[in-house]
């Protein structure tokens, strides 16, 4: 692959990231060989030693992590640009202005590039577009834009009509796109048994950890902090994973530009963040400070959150009006570029036409679109407002395509068809991610019960072992031999850090779960209530069974 046509140029890659990092790696090695075997670490020595290879690396793997990153830009956008691409083509304008107009969308990012450089090959070095074509198709990251490109040049040199090869390959390309989506989809699902063997590895890991102190006299807290570390670097591994692997479609629209319905949430979510911090600040003082109530601190910490609810409720409500508007935004445009077309290209009385009819969840947003309009104010900052105020990333897209299609003299009726047909390929892609999110959703609740388990089990048991050889009137000397204990304010702090650990481990797998579905973390709020809800009384039911099987106490 050619560094230059990523952008990266090859002497300023050496020497501002190659050696830097080289020279980096070398100190830590020497570090680590010079002070960690005075720590006394032992097994977790292992850590210090491995800090030089995570620091050179990531250098070493910069250029293919950016060729990555520009591959996934291309194959995530790559539906829109044919779709966009098709809706051009029919229109009257020539290619080189077709490339121009594709170059300066910037929410194509590496697609746009590409485009770019294919007009600057163009308009510069008078090149045709055959040729450009080819010449990119070599360079670029994408086999699936390559191919498209090979393709193209060869269907121009063979003098095919440009609007009916742009148009068959519609079908081709999405397809193309659906088996790659269905690919990611798929990774995805492999990853979900990787996933559960993980943490719940990384769980029973934890749950030694936090027993042997009492058979070694280690210390408890320094074997916590590093449990914690673990956790950290996992669950922060799965997210990154996530990130990389899965189909980068995001459910809400991304024009950058806040709607009522945004506004509504941060203001339901800095609300709910106030009373969170009341509870849980009354719930503390009540609990430890007055001694008014007697409560775990995973309770107080589910009580705490709850408010949480509130925003979460409101998102998932709003996502769901955004999938029945993208299930009916089809018909929409089908019905307006037919009608359009009939009545030669008068959109405003099509709409008049089209207020009367049921789009579902999508029809005031039809109708306020007609009222913007008929102010005759500003037709294209209208259209804008009726896309955006949909919250719908796809509607959002494909209007911009459909109402520039039409400001270049395209017949509605043949830009709604490509577009329409686009649509619904993509609805169905998105059917088969949220049957993937939802049965990710059934094993986070699964995992976060079997970690509560493991780690309260190990915990019950060295509180109830401790209480035990605590109570022993053995002299100390021999105790301190033979029976290690753990002072009971370090298994106070203990008992918070699991609590504090689950409650990382149900917002990071609640990011997980948003990254799978596409929509947003705050929709996501109830699964982080719900999880800490279940890992609480898991957690809970767990130390009073333990208690109960040792015959230390009962339920």
């Known amino acids: ?61 910069y250029p293919k992590i950016i060729e990555v990153r520009f591959r996934n830009d291309i194959e995530n956008n790559i539906h829109f640009y044919i779709t966009h691409l098709g809706v051009l083509s029919i229109s009257e304008i020539d290619r080189k202005e077709m490339m121009k107009i594709l170059s300066e969308r910037k929410e194509y990012k590496a697609l746009a590039e590409e485009t770019r450089k294919i007009y ?17 198709a070599k360079r670029t990251p994408s086999k699936l834009f390559a ?37 990611k989809l798929y990774s995805v699902d492999i990853f979900k048994e990787i996933y559960v063997s993980i943490i719940l590895s990384l769980s029973f890991f934890a749950a030694f950890g936090i027993i042997m102190p009492f058979l070694t006299g280690l210390n408890v807290m320094f074997v916590m902090y590093l ?61 430890y400070v007055y001694g008014l109530i007697s409560l775990p601190f995973s309770f107080i910490m589910a ?52 207020t009367a009819h049921d789009f579902g969840a999508l029809t005031e947003d039809v109708r306020a679109l007609y009222k913007r309009l008929k102010t005759r104010i500003n037709k294209r900052r209208a259209w804008e407002k009726f896309a955006i105020s949909t919250n719908s990333n796809l509607i959002y897209r494909f209007t911009d395509m459909f109402v520039e299609a039409i400001n270049l003299g395209t017949d509605p009726i043949d830009a709604a068809e490509i577009i329409s047909e686009n649509f619904i390929t993509i609805n169905n892609l998105r059917a088969r991610r949220s049957q993937s999110a939802s049965s990710f959703i059934g094993i986070a609740y699964g995992v976060i019960v079997g970690i509560a388990f493991a780690l309260y089990i190990s915990f019950g048991v060295v509180e109830s072992m401790n209480s035990l050889y605590s109570s022993l009137q053995i002299a100390g000397e021999v105790v301190g031999a033979i029976l290690h204990t753990v002072p009971p304010e370090d298994l106070s702090v203990l008992s918070n850090l699991i609590t504090l650990l689950l409650m990382a481990h149900a917002i990071m797998a ?13 929709a996501g709020l109830i699964h982080t209530v719900g999880m800490s809800w279940v890992a609480a009384i898991s957690g809970y039911a767990s130390q009073m069974a333990i208690k109960s099987l040792l015959g230390l106490g009962g339920i």
Request: proline share 4%; glycine share 6%.
């Open 1 to 61: 692959m050619n560094l230059r046509h990523l952008g990266i140029e090859p002497k300023r890659y050496i020497r501002f990231i190659l050696l830097p990092s080289l020279a980096a790696a070398i100190a830590a090695y020497l570090f680590a060989i010079i002070y960690v075997p005075r720590l006394g670490l032992g097994l977790f020595s292992i850590l210090f030693y491995s800090l030089p290879i995570f620091i050179f690396l990531p250098a070493l793997l």
């Open 120 to 136: 600057l090959l163009m308009a510069k070095w008078k090149i045709s577009l055959a040729q450009a074509c080819r010449f990119i």
């Open 147 to 183: 191919d498209f490109l090979d393709r193209m040049a060869h269907e121009i040199d063979s003098g095919e009509d440009f609007k009916v090869f742009i148009k068959r390959e519609q079908k081709v390309v999405m397809e193309d796109f659906a088996t790659l989506y269905n690919g």
């Open 227 to 287: 449990i914690v570390i673990f956790f950290f670097i996992a669950e922060i591994g799965v997210i990154v994973y996530l990130k990389a692997v899965a189909p980068q479609d995001p459910l809400w629209q991304t024009s950058g530009e806040y709607t009522s319905v945004d506004r509504k949430l941060y203001r339901l979510f800095a609300l709910s963040m106030v009373v969170f911090l009341v509870v849980f600040t009354a719930l503390l003082f009540a609990n």
């Open 303 to 354: 009580l705490s959150i709850t408010p949480l609810l509130i925003p979460g409720i409101a998102a998932k409500k709003e996502e769901k009006m955004i999938k029945d508007k993208d299930k009916n935004a089809p018909s929409f445009f089908m019905s307006l570029g037919a009608s359009a077309s009939a009545r030669g290209g008068n959109i405003l009385e099509t709409l008049k036409y089209l």
């Open 510 to 522: 609640t990011f997980a779960i948003k990254i799978i579905d596409g929509g947003r973390f705050m």
